[in-house]
């Protein structure tokens, strides 16, 4: 039934067509011999009204929102710089009528808030666009001396169950780590309890794992400021210990190593020389060693990744639990050491199954402009992952390009101001003001002026299908994944090009 509807509306366009602009020719013929026969009549009235109202009819229906019009879609003819408002208006809610047919095959993750219920049915709706489903839900809090996981209240046992009939995207609820850092770390009881409570929580709902999002707060606390201890102090303790006799001497260095932040070869050398000349060797350095978070922070990554695998889902596919982590971009040219950097990427890549990379927020109320440049997204990813030519070792596969679903209304006059707005309010924005739609180049994103009741100026970037497809495109040329902030912010039509 569906289907011949399809072939009914959608054959017939070319050829209707071609048949009118045949029928021009011969009604000009025909007016030409100025006859006044009833016969004309008919076949003026058949190729100037009744023509063209099939035609229109045709047009109309083509691209309406019932229609699969392989291999064109209906959002295909907006792709492009010069849109104009009222065709976003016209198409937005409109989308293909398979919403199960995807344009990549790298994994998608697409967040869902509570807060903009919208994303709840999009997932129903349109599961099988995605690999993995992360609902915004849970926090993991420091309670008295403990740790609490609050969230449970969020949980939709039923939407989930949904998502289970329609495919096989997996849902991995987002954990915040709001538990005090020194605390969390400095603790090895309470690492355990974390992860204990994580992993319970996983197996009693059956999900299919968890997003872990804690480096900004670590970052934030100072836990993170020695990113050469991240990763390589583990080693150099181990080293440390084969020297038996002299590991008083080498813990000492060791402190004196964390203290001074000398790289661990230098270390070596000092151990070295400790060995050759026991009775001369001088005390290099003295202090207290102190307690690495740093270490700790990655470490508790790394144990919480394995803990989830070691687990299998509780549904039928038996796959081993998952752990995706949330990672920001680089905060400057140069990588600062709290930021997450390729050493961590690649320490952490047997842990961690996914890395939910936001790439979004360039902009802000201080500094109004595109909200994720395309350049600034190849920078990025060409810090996290080096330049292509290199190959082997870096897990682009692991890294979830994050695409903003979401835009932002900025002040540009009275002083800075504004923020994020959702397609709802881009739409809203639109009917009201009627914006002459203008394409920035250099970043890659549509973004509108407009002035409004008060005599305020303000400056619209909101993500459209030209925009977004430039990035879908960046992460399959880098082999990447992409992760979406969020599906209920999003127009519907974005789908299409999933
Ligand atoms: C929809 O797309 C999916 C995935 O590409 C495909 O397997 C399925 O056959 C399509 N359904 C129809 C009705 O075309």
């Known amino acids: 039934m569906a289907k011949r509807r399809v072939d009914r509306r959608v054959a017939p366009s070319p050829d209707i067509r071609q048949g009118r602009a045949d029928a021009s020719v011969r009604a000009n013929q025909y007016s030409e011999s100025a006859a006044s026969d009833r016969k004309l009549i008919a076949i003026y009235v058949f190729f100037f009204i009744v023509l063209p109202a099939v035609s229109v009819f045709v047009y109309v229906t083509r691209y309406g929102p019932n229609t699969n019009t392989k291999p064109r879609q209906p959002t295909q003819n907006l792709v492009k710089t010069d849109l104009d408002y009222q065709e976003i208006l016209r198409e937005n809610s409109r989308v293909s009528k398979n919403e199960s047919h995807r344009h990549y095959t790298y994994p998608v993750l697409a967040y869902i808030t509570p807060w903009n219920s919208k994303g709840y049915d999009i997932a129903k709706r349109f599961t099988n666009k995605f690999t993995h489903l992360s609902p915004v839900w849970y926090d993991l809090k420091s309670q008295g001396s403990g740790l609490v996981m609050e969230g449970r209240h969020n949980a939709d046992q039923g939407w989930i169950s949904e998502l289970r009939k329609n495919g096989d995207a997996l849902v991995l609820p987002r954990v915040v780590l709001e538990a005090y850092p020194k605390e969390l770390l400095g603790k090895k009881n309470l690492r355990e309890k974390a992860i204990d409570i994580i992993v319970s929580e996983c197996k009693e709902m059956q999900y299919d794992g968890i997003v872990l999002e ?131 990427l690649q320490s952490l890549g047997d842990a961690v199954d996914g890395f939910s990379l936001m790439t979004y927020d360039f902009s802000g109320p201080q500094n109004p402009g595109p909200n994720a440049p395309l350049p600034w997204i190849q920078f990025v990813l060409q810090v996290l992952l080096g330049s292509s030519g290199k190959g082997g070792v870096t897990p682009a596969h692991k890294i979830f390009l994050g695409l903003n679903f979401y835009g932002n209304d900025f002040r540009l006059s009275e002083g800075s101001g504004g923020g994020a707005i959702t397609g709802r309010d881009y739409l809203k924005l639109l009917e009201k003001y009627e914006p002459k739609l203008q394409w920035e180049k250099n970043s890659g994103e549509h973004f509108f002026l407009y002035v409004d009741d008060d005599h305020i100026s303000h400056a619209v970037f909101y993500p459209s299908l030209t925009s977004i497809s430039m990035r879908l495109e960046e992460a399959r040329l880098r082999g990447t994944g992409i992760s979406i902030w969020e599906i209920g912010q999003g127009l519907d039509y974005f789908m299409d090009l999933l």
Not at 249 to 257: D, E, M, Q, R
Not at 303 to 323: E, I, M, T, W
Request: hydrophobic fraction near 40%; charge should be neutral; charged fraction near 15%.
């Open 214 to 344: 804690s480096w900004s707060r670590w970052a934030a606390y100072g836990i993170l400021h020695d990113s050469q201890m991240r990763n390589k102090v583990n080693v150099v303790l181990a080293w440390a210990y084969s020297y038996g006799a002299n590991f008083i001497t080498a813990s000492v260095i060791l402190c004196g190593h964390i203290l001074s932040n000398q790289p661990p070869s230098l270390f070596a050398f000092f151990i070295i020389l400790h060995k050759i000349d026991q009775e001369r060797a001088i005390p290099f350095y003295i202090g207290v060693c102190p307690q690495n978070l740093g270490s700790e922070a990655v470490q508790f990554i790394k144990q919480l990744g394995h803990a989830l695998h070691s687990v299998n889902s509780g549904r039928s596919n038996k796959q081993p639990l998952q752990l995706f982590y949330v990672i920001g971009p680089p905060h400057s040219e140069k990588l600062q050491v709290h930021d997450f950097g390729p050493e961590d």
